[in-house]
């Protein structure tokens, strides 16, 4: 979506696609044949080959990660390699080579983490907020963009759910009947971080304002006709989602449609957060403002959500 979003609205004069898969790549170079395509196989974990795959490159998305929650809590170094080391071979690459932006992907569940993915993503943001102070003379900055769940992404609860209801599941499970969740799709994903790189002058947070769905909402949607069963929440889930904390208030900023955290370290370079490059102004939340899935003022219904599933591939 990414791509295609890309090649669609620029004239870009070079994507590289950075990733260890060889099959998805191939996969991928079977849809996408535009001759400014380039195709890295690459580890994160590889801080010469992110060298090498950056050469010439003005912008960058990182959005390598390990983001099973169970597979991160059985197997917490590789989690840490990949989404800690790998942050900052980026960081170094991208410093390295002059790139000019880099946005990098956050999770809400970085925000107050409970699990070990979620701690691996608040280190990355820290590490990439924090770049902006060690890059010395060169141009490059670097920001966040953390969002909740993308509607349909790979092992998340939309291909989940589509699997029972075609193999003839007789009910559907839910952990917990209270549960929210943030939703996004990935074409305002892929929206949202684009709009970023026009407003970002390096050390944001951004958080777009987007709607949350309750659970039991989502299996009524896709099933009306299924009953559900309670089978408790997981070890490292929570009932509701978080995007930003109190804590946060003090240095988060409300624009029209998303939330700037503003750096609460002290940089080289000081910048007015409160206003965007983009032109755009925002306003200081209130003491004690959170952004949580269940505070959410905007809440799909069923026939919200029975519209996006139709949509999502
Ligand atoms: N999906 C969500 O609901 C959601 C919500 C909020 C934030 N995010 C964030 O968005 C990002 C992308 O998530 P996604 O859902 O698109 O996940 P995904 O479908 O698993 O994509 C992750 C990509 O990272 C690549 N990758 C993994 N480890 C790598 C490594 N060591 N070196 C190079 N490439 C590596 C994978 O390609 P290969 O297998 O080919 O290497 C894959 O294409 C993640 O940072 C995630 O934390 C996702």
Redesign the pocket.
Known sequence: MFIRTLLQRYKPARIVV????EL??FEMQQEFTDPCMRFFL????DADRLKQAMRGIDYVVH?????QVPAAEYNPTECIR?NVS?AENVISAAIENGVEKVIA????KAASPINLYGAT?LLSDKLFIAANNIVGGHRTRFAVVR????VG????VVPFFRKLISDGAQSLPITDARMTRFWITLQQGVDFVLANFGRMQGGELFVPKIPSVRITDLARAMAPDLPQHIIGIRPGEKLHELMISSDDSFHTYEFADHYVIAPSITFIVKHGYESNEAGETGVLTPEGFYFASDNNPQFLDIAELQALDRATP
């Open positions: 950075f990733s260890r898969d998805k790549q690459g580890d994160v974990r959005a390598a990660a390990l983001k990949t790998g992907l956050s999770t809400d993503k969002y909740g769940n993308v992404s790979r092992g998340s």
